[in-house]
């Protein structure tokens, strides 16, 4: 993804608040790790012009990497919406990947049609450790479809995803990064010295940062 989307996109989910620097007041992710960094993409469904930036890229990166695919599969729930979306845009049929297969009519975890022999494009609104993204790859996978490349909004780019993703052969595209998402707060002014070094030393190493006590 070249510098200039990144940074577009990176603006767009900082003036709609998708993306918070709370250094004083950390959240936890479902996978144990404490950040001072939050990004919450489902919010882009409520201000439909960055939305559009959005869709718009994931038609761009496809387009300049010249991917091919049969259909468009979103994971539950964040990425859905914009993997339905850019379903639209390129008359392109879609599913979705629940988080586990219901426990009532059909048991399903896949909706929307059959992918046995798919060539499958994965979309995910945000990457953190990549297990949410991977396991709906391995739920593809075991239907029968073909998955071999997944674009998302942005990702920590933490090493254990990159690794993760390296083994099972899926290969990511992101419209934007955290450090484009830093870059953008700093040039804003979003959090000053202290707050910016707190926030860099928890990038270094976010498996083992640990908040200070005032």
């Not at 992918?115 to 995910?124: D, N, Q, Y």
């Not at 479809?145 to 099972?168: H, N, Q």
Request: hydrophobic content about 45%; glycine content about 8%; charged content about 25%.
């Amino acid at each position: 993804m070249n510098t200039n989307t990144k940074r577009r996109i990176a603006k767009a989910l900082l003036d709609i608040g998708a993306v918070g620097f709370a250094p004083a007041a950390p959240i936890t992710f479902k996978s144990g790790i404490v950040s001072p960094v939050y990004i919450d993409n489902r919010i882009l469904i409520y201000h439909p012009d960055h939305w559009r930036r959005v869709v718009k890229g994931f038609a761009s990166v496809i387009a300049d990497l010249e991917l091919e695919f049969d259909l468009i599969a979103g994971v539950a729930v964040g990425g859905v919406p914009h993997s339905s979306a850019l379903a639209y845009v390129l008359n392109t049929p879609s599913v979705f990947i629940r988080k586990e297969s219901k426990e009532h009519g059909k048991a399903q975890r896949i909706e929307g049609g059959a992918v046995a022999g798919k060539a499958t494009l994965l979309v995910e609104d945000l990457v953190t450790t990549g297990g949410s993204s991977l396991s709906a790859v391995a739920a593809l996978r075991e239907a029968g479809a073909l998955v071999t490349d997944m674009v998302a909004i942005v990702s920590y780019g933490f090493a254990e995803a990159r690794a993760a993703f390296k083994d099972s052969r899926v290969t990511l595209h992101t419209l934007t990064d955290f450090d484009a998402l830093f870059e953008q707060a700093l040039q804003r002014g979003i959090f000053d010295e202290r707050e910016e070094a707190v926030i860099r030393a928890w990038f270094a190493d976010p498996h083992h940062w640990e908040p200070r006590s005032k």
